[in-house]
């Protein structure tokens, strides 16, 4: 099974709690880890239980009664997410892991998906360090915070949503730059999990940008309806030239000799995609890359 497996059914709302699931037979627990979080055996396959107090007193071996409520169930299939997240348990106050797992639930239910299971280890780790810097006033700048919101616009709003939860709930001020970081966390859930690969994408991107900056001597407008289609194309691009997929363009001849300039940086965006991706690029998707190339060095002339 990829991913998560929900079970129950939340508010839209974060702050409005979640639903409460009945627990129809009595469970056994496998380990109690404080007193709002245990494992237990349910239909042969080991669960995590949230709810206030379930694991008050409880240790391995006793039962959750029938008729229970709990307010959420979810399953870590992978033994070393399972041991991460048991780190995470230790090393995060239990009131904040609660608030880290309704806002988990949150995206979930808004993207309407399941989210990869490193979510509850990476996020929830994540979000705790942030609030620990940003209440020594330590805030780290993100240098891809404008190609993350052209991106990765759902995730970066529920990223939003998460740092208005934050500011409501422990009045804790989450700044743009790290909102971006939550948002790719969010985009690599939905992405089996590969943040490392989705961080270097954008990375990559950032590199191609401030390359063609470079090239064409002028500051990029990243407001622009442009900029947001050429980072649109370098995603697509990346993900095309990573399997190999060609991509047809029947004006190359047209843009090689109306775009010369363009194509020849192109061509120089392809030798950083080569060196990075370890992968050809073909002509057809080089003169793509000059045709947006091309846009921005008109914008520049016209200005």
Known sequence: MGGLSYI??????????WNMRIITDPVVIVKSYNNNIVSVKMNGVERILFSKGIGFGKKSGDKIEKD??????????????????EQV???????????????????????????????HVALVDHLNYVVKRLSNKEIIENPFIMEIKALYPIEYTLAEKVAETLLNEINVYIPEGEIGYIAL???SARNSGKVSNTLKSTYLINSIVEYVEQQIEVKIDK???????FLTHLRFAIKRILLNTLIKNDFIKEIKSKYRLSYKIAK????????????????????????????????????
């Open 89 to 119: 348990i230790e090393n995060v106050d239990e009131e904040f892991l609660m608030l880290c797992e309704k806002m988990i639930t949150y995206i979930a239910n808004e993207l309407k998906e399941d989210l990869d299971e490193k979510i």
């Open 268 to 303: 120089g965006v392809s030798k950083i995609l080569i060196r990075q991706l370890e992968k050809n690029v073909g002509e057809d998707e080089i003169a793509y890359l000059a045709m947006h190339i091309e846009r921005f060095r008109i914008a520049t002339i016209e200005t």
């Open 185 to 187: 966390h969010i985009h």
């Open 223 to 229: 407001t622009s309806l442009d900029y947001a289609r």
């Open 68 to 85: 229970t409520q709990v307010e959420k169930i979810f399953v870590i299939e992978d033994e070393d997410n399972l041991r991460s997240f």
């Open 8 to 17: 129950i059914r939340f508010l839209s709302n974060i702050k409005g709690g």
